[in-house]
DNA sequence: GTCTATAGCAGGATAGAC
DNA sequence: GTCTATCCTGCTATAGAC
């Protein structure tokens, strides 16, 4: 296929975020992912520094990923976006993130750690609502001032928007599995109880 | 002290749990737990079968006092407790699993690996989800069919109520490192947000 | 009930041949 | 760029002395 070895790291990649949403970061090793890529264990070290290198890595994607799509969906530079209900907006959204679910996943197991430093998940929810704030900044500027103070608007955002929203996807199989129902028909249910607790009180305070 | 091997038990325990939620399950060792303990690392496997027995202990103890916590705060069965609006007995559940916080993180991180079989948190969910639901079938039975279909109330509670609830829980001390901010102030913000989102949801719908 | 000792293997990581 | 071989550390778990 002569990709030079840019194809054999991204096999590595694919297959470590496989093996890390399986059993977790710690719980996965070298050899397994050698063994799982079909190659040598030793190869693994000509590509990344170390293991935990290689989950920086997928973490670093993703960040990227994330920057890029809020760009490109923002209501303020979108044209066509503008018409696109919130209900909608979310379900892309949750689209987006279902395709990286599994890196997710480990996103969060790491973050939960408290030994962890530099919390990628916090990270990720701070570029999240960053992006909220400037879209209602930019929209609603007058409006905002319903939420008050400090951080009680990020807190809202954080915990009942994008909190439900990251679990959500990262549980969706294993609920589905556990109850033995349909994705679809959770993602419907899901995205119906969303509207009714965080986007009906978002709307409430922005309609002030 | 002459507490025979119950008091070792019970540091073992405690000092897993710790190491747990700091590390992760599979980033601690054994050795690391009789360290911090300060006993030998086989006197570990006198007490329990292998480090993961450790581990499904403290699920256990989690989900009878879990349990205990949930059947003894019923309102149906509760005289004073009648008298407690809703914002104050979620402020009391979350100061109960505060004091857990440490083995809910585990929790939650072991559910997230996508080879769990027995999800414990789904578990705890579900106990919740059934005391949440026969709490309204006592009080408010005739009102709960504002709720139609088959996993509807189901999904509203665990994705808008129980989910970020845990998540406050188990990323409170996070939040406050990364963003600076104090503790109790959260939890004022993180209440407001609930009420004004979860619980509203919730009022509506038992209104009706 | 607690410790010492150790088996036995798997882990991360490196050196060097091809 | 890929593989083989290997180092060495650390791991889980057990056996047996005290």
Redesign the interface.
């Known amino acids: 296929m002569r990709t030079g070895g840019e194809e054999t790291k991204r096999k590595i990649l694919a297959v470590a975020e496989d093996l890390f949403?399986?059993?977790?970061?710690?719980?996965t090793s070298v050899g397994m992912i050698a063994d799982a890529v079909g190659i040598n264990k030793g190869l693994i070290y000509y590509h990344f520094k170390n293991k935990n290198d290689i989950m920086i890595s997928l973490f670093l994607n993703v960040i990227e990923e994330l920057s890029e799509y809020l760009d490109k969906n923002s209501t303020r530079s979108g044209d066509a976006s503008l018409s696109i209900d919130t209900t909608e907006k979310i379900r892309q959204e949750i689209g987006f993130l279902e395709k990286r679910k599994r890196i997710l996943?480990v996103i969060?197991?790491e973050?939960?750690?408290?030994?962890?430093e530099d919390?990628f998940l916090?990270k990720c929810a701070q570029m999240h609502l960053n992006h909220e704030i400037e879209e209602i900044g930019g929209i609603e500027k007058s409006k905002t001032t319903g939420f008050s103070g400090?951080?009680?608007f990020?807190?809202?955002e954080?915990?009942?928007g994008f909190?439900?929203i990251i679990?959500?996807v990262?549980?969706k199989?294993?609920?589905c599995r556990?109850?033995g129902?349909d994705g679809d028909r959770?993602l419907d249910?899901?995205l119906?109880?969303?509207e009714?607790?965080?986007l009906?009180?978002h709307m409430?305070?922005t309609k002030r």
């Open positions: 949403s399986e059993k977790g970061f710690d719980g996943s969060v197991m973050a939960l750690k408290s030994e962890d919390n916090l400090d951080n009680e990020l807190v809202y954080f915990f009942t909190v439900p679990f959500f990262v549980m199989e294993k609920w556990f109850y129902c959770l249910l899901f119906d109880s969303f009714r607790t965080h009906a009180a409430r305070q």
